[in-house]
DNA sequence: CTAGGGTTAG
């Protein structure tokens, strides 16, 4: 066995500002620590278990000045007292105080206590001082498995998952054992840590340690093994992890449910709840499980499921809790019914900034800019102070609405008036919102001028952007850092081919396809879903109608022809395929969207509203037959595309043709 | 003395 290297002796710093300890402070106020002038009484008490105690009945009643005071003039301060000290120094938010009993610890001699050292290493964390949280643990000589646990802990919290890796190696070398609080922390560092892929192998290999010792029936270990493959999208595992727990409770149900969410599959997100439903007797739903289901409604528009749900979350009385009302929000405004997302909202009895950004967006995808605006002010006027998401929702709304002027000015005030520093996502909605606004040299010099490294999302703006208004030079600019960026997203290769295309460089349209033959790449299918009923129908695109697309080809084929007659033209340019004009309009014609709307005419009565989402941008082609088929079929259809809503009526759509 | 799932955007 090696030794760690040799702990240092700590050095009390003499001043109050700490030369040795870092001490940050915290940027929210802290509660004001009460300044009572000392009854001499107690100054002068001689009684060390008589001091202990009023020390430990000062920090009950919040007057950690005085108890510090009384600290310093008793030789023999118990272990009790100190925790009682530590935890005070935690609800008061105090770090200088913090410091401070850390100080009388270490004269005292009793830093090195375990114990002490354990709540040092909380403390130190929950004051956001990860620092002097490790120089505990580095000078801590007798390190039981709770000091390890509580930098594990800490060093999680801040993301700091590949120490947490290296120093659990160094447990193991020095044969320490784990515990089951050991396991669940070194699961989450594999996902928080600083770099973003490869640490798959390492929870794998933890997962075997978890089995070798025995703790395949234990929920919380096995819940968090659940997440933690969730999290770092393998849904597969998180699966079959879940499958083979011999028992499971409300969490692990709301694990499983939740990485299906996560991981882009609300079927069966929405399939196991059913299942939890009907299997388990013994545990319901809660909040966090009703969350999830939600969002799964969300992501699919099933405005009847999530109507289900919304009931289901009535009766259980789940309705108060911040977190489902804010996500019934935005399963409302998702859904395609803001006005009952809005209705939602007003019956809140608190919102936080969370609600608010619910709504705003909820404005946003569907197009009414003024309006989130005014709700973004009315928020404020509510003493609610925005954060970088209501910025991103917002900075969204203006774009969909084409209201450069204002997103301007907002994106302005963000450092100016809320000391909110931009993001990526930031950069990429005032790119967003200048490129589709054709002002696409603009756009190019946001990026340009931006404080960070421009990443694929500014980018992946500004190509979208030279899409719509198909500037083939600055395409090819933005896309090059793309394929660096990103070289396995098909969808950039598209947007190019796209805009080749359109320019009639169809040399270059067939080099990039060349491209988009590799097969390491990861292509999206365009898919498209209906709720009819309460079911939900999904439909991929096809290039060829088999027998049961034959029924909604012969609609579709129908209607087309009709439409032509009345000036729909198709516009066969988007696609890229090397063929004639007729089998162009067959393969644009087996669009999932297309499908999805002649189902929906066929099977929904003749007054009822389409609802249809999508996965995708919207293409030209079926945005101008739903425009169509909304006047000549006389319907509303609605459909939600990848980044908003398209609320067709009467020939016209609600995005004024600009998406 | 410590532990597992969820809120808004794109």
């Known amino acids: 066995m090696w030794v760690l290297h040799a702990p240092q002796p700590f050095q009390p710093p003499a001043a109050s500002s700490s030369p040795q300890l870092s001490c940050v402070a915290r940027s929210h106020t802290k509660p004001p620590l009460c300044s009572i002038t000392l009854n001499p009484a107690i100054a002068t008490a001689k009684d060390g278990a008589n001091n202990n105690r009023l020390i430990q009945s000062l920090c009950k009643q919040g007057n950690l000045k005085q108890a510090l005071h009384l600290l310093s003039r008793e030789p023999n301060p118990t272990q009790h007292t100190y925790e009682t000290l530590i935890l005070s120094c935690i609800r008061h938010e105090s770090l200088s105080h913090g410091l401070d009993v850390h100080r009388h610890l270490v004269h005292g001699g009793l830093d090195q206590d375990p114990f002490l050292a354990t709540k040092l290493i909380n403390m130190y964390s929950e004051l956001d001082s990860i620092d002097n949280a490790r120089k505990v643990f580095d000078r801590t000589r007798k390190r039981t498995i709770y000091v390890w646990n509580a930098l594990f802990r800490a060093l999680t919290l801040v993301g700091q998952g590949l120490e947490v890796l290296s120093l659990y190696r160094r447990m193991n070398e020095l044969g320490v054992p784990s515990d089951r609080f050991t396991y669940t922390y070194v699961l989450k560092a594999c996902v928080a840590s600083e770099c973003l892929n490869s640490l798959l192998w390492k929870g794998k290999e933890i997962h075997a340690h978890i089995l070798k010792h025995g703790y395949e029936a234990h929920v919380h270990v096995m819940t968090t093994l659940v997440d933690m493959y969730a999290m770092l999208g393998c849904v597969a595992y998180a699966a079959s992890v879940f499958d083979g727990m011999p028992t499971r409770n409300v969490v692990s149900w709301s694990a499983m449910i939740a990485c299906y969410v996560r991981n882009e599959r609300p079927f069966e997100a929405l399939e196991l709840f059913r299942e939890m439903l009907n299997k388990t007797n013994d545990l319901s739903p809660n909040s966090v499980t009703m969350v999830s ?34 996500t019934l929000v935005t399963m409302y405004a998702r859904c395609g019914k803001l006005e009952l997302g809005q209705r939602v909202f007003d019956q809140m009895e608190n919102r936080d900034v969370v609600s608010w950004n619910s709504l705003i967006s909820g404005y946003g995808i569907h197009g009414y800019g003024k309006k989130a605006i005014q709700i973004f002010k009315e928020m404020i006027y509510h003493g609610v102070s925005p954060s970088h998401i209501s910025f991103i929702s917002v900075l969204g709304a203006c774009s969909h609405a084409g209201l450069v002027a204002e997103g301007k000015m907002l994106f302005d005030s963000m450092v100016k008036e809320h ?231 009467d020939g016209v759509c609600s995005c004024g043709d600009y998406w």
């Open 293 to 326: 289901v939600l969002q799964a409604c969300a992501s699919l528009a099933a405005l009847e499921q999530g109507k289900l749900i919304h009931g289901c979350i009535l009766r259980r009385g789940l309705d108060s809790i911040l977190p489902v009302f804010s």
């Open 419 to 649: 000391r909110i520093y931009p993001r990526m996502e930031h950069y990429a909605c005032m790119v967003d919102l200048l490129g589709r606004a054709n002002q696409l040299d603009e756009a190019a010099k946001v990026i340009e001028d931006m404080r960070i490294e421009p990443g694929a999302e500014v980018w992946g703006a500004l190509l979208g952007s030279c899409r719509i208004h198909c500037n083939v030079e600055l395409a090819e600019k933005a896309s090059k850092r793309l394929f660096e960026l990103e070289p396995r997203n098909a969808g950039n290769y598209v947007l190019l081919a796209d805009i080749y295309a359109e320019a009639q460089m169809w040399d270059e349209v067939k080099r990039i396809k060349k491209l988009l033959e590799a097969p390491k790449l990861q292509k999206v299918p365009g898919c498209s879903w209906i709720e009819v009923r309460r079911k939900m129908y999904s439909f991929t695109s096809v290039d060829e109608f088999n027998v049961r697309s034959e029924q909604l080809h012969a609609l579709l084929l129908k209607l087309s022809t009709e439409m032509k007659e009345r000036g729909y033209v198709p516009q066969t340019k988007i696609v890229l395929y090397d063929l004639d004009e007729k089998e162009k309009e067959r393969i644009l014609l087996g669009h999932s969207e297309k499908l999805a709307v002649a189902f929906g005419l066929i099977n929904t009565k003749s007054g009822e509203t389409i609802r249809i989402s999508k996965n995708l941008r919207l293409c030209e082609d079926c945005h101008s037959v739903t425009k169509f088929i909304s006047k000549f079929a006389n319907r509303e259809i609605l459909v939600r595309d990848l980044n908003r809503f398209h609320h067709f009526h």
